[in-house]
């Protein structure tokens, strides 16, 4: 399909992927898959070896490709989140806005910074921008077994990033946090008019007081914006439409981040944050 | 928006949609300037060609002209000496000169050449430079004979001279 990406996300819990592309008319999903992962077989982690047990990985990035009907070229690899760090910058008036941020996401990393590969997405009019860093030998780790499950790797991107780039709310869009589940962590994101005002990661602890915990994480974070009205929230990953519904009824004006419409099949589209990564 | 690339070994970044239309608009572009071009080279082709047959005509039509030219000059004189010699013979024009000598004034010589037109080339001797004049005056008031320039002089006891003058067309009374 012209103009779509194949798009294949790696987390805890599962390997998913997608044939995806974002129009005029949103988001439209051609084909997705799913291959459960079994506990331990992948824990997300800035320093440790992720793949506990590789060839189950591996075996599930190959049951999504053949669900997917696709030959693996072009593929956009996604790492889920917990195996970088993120930090919001907002440079100094004069300075070099990417590198600046570079320097900044590279302290305090607890290895080298020679052994980090870093990026740099801007967002927003204001200037604010969202640095990323993640180990090389980890990345490494997630090729390689795309690799020999036959994806040949067009770019690797990461989750809160990605999804970032489809939840960018309108500049008259108030007060929104959109929230990023991943299997092991979850990001918060407060945009103040449509500009990202905070950015917070955490582990994820699901359970059965996990809306209501994450209701005052959202609470948090809009707080830290500036004190207002309490902020809609928009919610993309796994679980995303369970816990909109749980913080709906806590009294949060919560829902998907996003809608698919999807050719012939039933898919439910803000269950993958990876899809943001379609948009850009 | 451009997302970073994490990957250990980036690859060039695929072209997307705006890129694939940009390059296509360009192709067009380039096919319609060339399909131009060479429109332009072709025609530019003919009108050599056209300019190449033209000279060649002209040049042809020139080397035409030039084998004429002498002929027809050749011609002309040919015809003129034949309408000459039938209007003006030597006896007329002879008879023509001897009714304008002045007494003192006698013929030695007289070349007539019959061309375009015929041309006298007189020899005369006088016996003074006022028959001379007067023989002079005499040539320039008769309707024969036009185009006098007199020549060599030679002033002595006598007058000697040389005068080139040519006959009028025609039977000139």
Redesign the interface.
Known sequence: V??SKRIVALDAGAVRGASASWGLRGLRVHASARAPLGPGALAPSPLDPNLARPDEVRDALRHVRAELGIDGR?TV?V?PDGV?RVVLVRPPAGVAGPEYARFRVLQGLPYAADDA??????LGRQGALLA?A?R?SV??EY?EAAAAAGFV??????AP??AL?GL?PDPGAGRVTAVILGDAALCLAGFEGGELATFRSRRRDPGPDEARRLREDVERTAALAGPGSPPRVKLVGSGSGALARELTQLGLAAEPGWQAAANGHVVEGAEMAFLG?A?? | ????????K??R??P??ADLLLVSVAGVALLASAAAAFGSWSGLRRAQAALERTREELASARAQARSLEPRSAADGTLASRILLSRDAPPQTVMERLAALLPPDVRLEDARLSYGDRLTLELRVRARDAAAYDLFLQRLSASPAFAGIVPGEEARGRELSAVLRLWHRDGDRP
Not at chain 1, 117 to 122: A, F, R
Not at chain 1, 153 to 158: H, K, M, S, T, V
Request: charged share 20%.
């Open positions: 012209f103009g072009g690899l790492l970088a590969i870093t990026g740099v997405l801007p990323g993640v090389r990345v490494h090729e790797q067009e770019r690797l991107e990461l990033l990605a780039s960018l990564a948009r850009a | 928006m451009s997302l970073p690339d994490f990957s250990t980036p690859r970044q695929r997307g949609a």
